[in-house]
């Protein structure tokens, strides 16, 4: 039975069952600090569980994306070495929400196992909590002679942290039989591959307080996962997950790019499968390389499963090509694999690209290293941060290569090498502040507040709810505040756009908006402050937009959209938006693309963007599912939330008879009604943001003419100052560059001269050393004496000392006739000594420096002519 099959079979059995089918969360957690990634079934309705949101069905079912490669959950280090690890894994899952509770649940599982799935009974196994009689009790009622075993540790008892919701566990095995090495679960060998772990089921019966009491809920409650390459594995008859169909094709692809023996190598090939699942979906997601967070796990990802690809003979860029393979695999279950597909080889590419030119110089300065350490040996701690600061090389990999050669790292040397950068693969939280229990508590009691801003700038509306410093009132005189209003034309800050401003007012007082939030996505709060008068709850309010802002706003954001559009056509579909910014001045678009972007493109992209703009394109809105907006192609930004009705802005040509749409995307911001409305655009700057995310600031209508004018004054002032028209300024400028360049020439030559008679000259045994001590030059300076020095005294070697600024420069030339007895890059190491410095070269000519003073400096250069014999 294929996976696909069973993941489908799973859910259509549960919804059968009344339960609501739930598309799978990201791996990103949305508000959830405490979580580095979604790393089980049950993450996304963790509020569900606690109280503080509620659904409209009290049974769900999902097959849901977990990785664990980071943070208290880290199964990194064992993908590769058994049989059941992965980083990237689907968990399935049953959940009930007050609504049925152990019978209902055990029934479940054992009918979808025994009769769904077909699985022998006498092959089955129960584990329950040791004082958990009633679910001991039932798996007898439902499952007749099931073996079952009570468990006293921790494994059979989950709680979501310290105190709220905790409960018994049922784990239920299936035995692989004999031939399997490995115990039952609760003795001592349990932790072979003969009893596999399948299916838990999660008893939500108590309440953990503060105080360590533990008290019964009121709404009891299920939480399930089975994982679906465990049970894959069960029913494609093998106990090692990685044999079972999602594994097998990537694997097979792998042993066509490296050519390598497969069972001499079966780890690396493990590795690389698992790796490329999580690389991939974490793409899909949003996630990008870089050195901190999310992203820095995501490069160790990528990192090891490069190392791999190098130990079984490839050396060239692959997992790119891998990508392609897997998003095909799995678009159906996961279509936003398919939307991310260009951007996630894209961005692979890229990774490798940067990284395998270090790699193999890393691996020769580790293996090097390891040369000297015997088995049981350790690494130091400040050999490993070279191998990080220099080579790229995350510590995990370090010690990851090493293992086979039973060497350690020294942890505590490599953080203390690590100073500012210290802990930086440690997880801390998402970044994300949790949002106040007010809002939740007001959330249960309003439910929701309407948003009627896509039609309307005013509204007559009731004031549900009065929020000042933290704690409900029933009334506000003075200060600021927070005003819940059941219906509302103000926009609240989402998506990269900011919040509407303008005007509360009631028959008794008047409330300056400055800006609308959204909290719990589900309430738009007014924050501001009483100008006069009072409010209290159930008053009726007049509200009011700033019309001429949210124009300018409006505006700016069909902007971004056109900015978006033209990007993809002149760099490439791989170009995705990863992240936003805009309000009534100015807009800010960040985007995936490898190198700067040139001004001729820039000069291109503006170029269409504002052809789009006069030609006036009308811009609409359609509501529609989810899936329907991502079957139709709707771009849609990776690792947003977004609900099963979406929101789609398009533009296109109503006289284009093939109404060719230019912009097509998911969003819940303001838009202007035609591209006209925009006035022009233009980019003020193009910037990188990060390893692979470029940003672009542009300014739209009214601020262009404020640029231009302010553009124009300045050029006036230039031409002004230098006493020449506007129409001659550029030549002006040339002469007077050209005149620099003269000036600057002559005192180069000057020094030059100068600096060539202070030239000492000293004859050893056999060579010539020329010396040479100046001050306050340049690099290509000190490279024109050298030369002039050279020109003169074919034979010799030279030696030249610049001071400046505290820093001491060296340069040492050796000519060719000297060669067989002198290095220029070794003379260069002995004048670096006194000045602990750095450099390098080759035979002939060698070039350096270190910090010191005039001593120092006339040290060094005496150090490298004593070198001479």
Known sequence: ???????????????????????????????????????????????????????NYSRATTAQKCLRAGGK??????????????????????????????????????????KELGLPRNKLLATVYHTDEEAASIWKKVAGDIC?????????????????????????????????????????????????????????????????????????SIDTGMGLERIGGIMQGVVDNYQIDLFQ?????????????????????????????????????????????????????????????????????????????FVDSMKDAYPELEKARATIAFTIHM?????????????????????????????RGDAAFKLYDTYGFPLDLTQDILKSKNISVDVEGFNAALLAQKNRALWI?????????IWHNLKEKIKSTEFIGYEKE????????????????????????FLLIKSTPFYAECGGQCGDVGVVKSKTGVFKVTNAKKFCDEIIVHEGEVVSGYFKNSDDVELEIDVEKRR?????????????????????????????????????????????????????????VNGWILRDLKVTCHIMSKNEAISSGALALFGEKYGDRVRIISIFDENDKNKYKISDELCGGTHASSTGKIGLFKILSETSVGSGIRRMEAITGEKILEYLGQTEKTIDSIAEKLKCDDSNLLNKIDDLLAEIKHKNLEISLNKQKTALEKIQKFPKTDAVVYSLIVSDCDADELRSLHDVVKSKNPSGIIVIACHKKGRISLIVGVSPDLQSRYDAVKLLKCGLVPLDGKGGGNATFARGGGSGDGNKMAESVQLIIDSVN
Not at 195 to 214: A, H, K, L, P, T
Request: negative net charge.
């Open 148 to 220: 079952v075993i009570p468990i006293s540790t921790s494994d059979n008892f989950w709680s979501m942290g310290d105190v709220g919701p905790c409960g018994p566990c049922s784990e239920i095995f299936y035995d692989h039989g004999e031939n399997v090495p490995g115990g039952m679960p609760g003795t001592p060998d349990q932790d072979g591959d003969r009893y596999m772990e399948i299916w838990n089921i999660v008893f939500m019966q108590f309440e953990q307080i503060q105080n360590g009491e533990r008290v019964s809920l009121g709404k009891k």
């Open 429 to 437: 939280g998402s970044g994300e502040t949790p949002q106040n229990f």
């Open 351 to 379: 990774e490798e690209e940067k990284f395998l030119t270090t790699l193999e110089r890393g691996l020769k300065i580790l293996q090097n290293d390891a040369k000297e350490i015997p088995s049981g040996g350790i690494l």
């Open 458 to 481: 005013k509204k007559c509306s009731e004031i549900l709810a009065i929020v000042q410093e933290e704690n409900e009132v029933p009334s506000v005189s003075s200060g600021k505040a």
């Open 73 to 114: 959950h880290n199964d990194l280090d064992q993908v590769g070495f058994t049989a059941r690890h992965h980083t990237f894994f689907e968990m399935l899952g049953n959940f009930s929400f007050g609504d049925y509770f152990k019978e209902d649940a055990i029934n479940f599982a054992w009918t979808f196992l025994t």
């Open 249 to 325: 094709q990537l694997i097979n692809e792998i042993k066509t790019i490296s050519k390598t023996n497969f069972e001499n190598t079966r780890s690396s090939y493990k590795v690389i499968a698992d790796h490329i699942r999580s690389i991939s979906f974490l793409i899909a997601d949003g996630i990008l390389p870089s050195n901190e967070g999310r992203g820095y796990v995501l490069r160790r990802i990528l990192r090891r499963a490069m190392r791999h690809g190098n130990l079984i003979n490839i050396k060239n860029p692959f997992l790119f090509k891998l990508s392609d393979l």
């Open 552 to 608: 300018k706003i409006s505006a700016n954001h069909t902007a971004t959209h056109l900015l978006h559009a033209a990007l993809r056509l002149v760099l490439g579909k791989h170009v995705i938006q990863r992240g936003s910014s805009l309000n009534e001045d100015r807009l800010r678009f960040d985007f995936s693309h490898d190198s700067a972007v040139s001004s001729q493109e820039i000069l291109k992209i503006e170029k269409i």
């Open 1 to 55: 039975m294929l996976s696909s099959d069973i993941r489908a079979s799973f859910l259509k059995f549960f919804e059968t069952n009344g339960h609501q089918a739930v598309e799978s969360a990201s791996l990103v957690p949305q508000n959830d600090p405490s979580l580095l990634f979604t790393n089980s079934g049950m993450v996304q309705f963790k509020k569900v569980f606690t109280g503080l949101e509620t659904r």
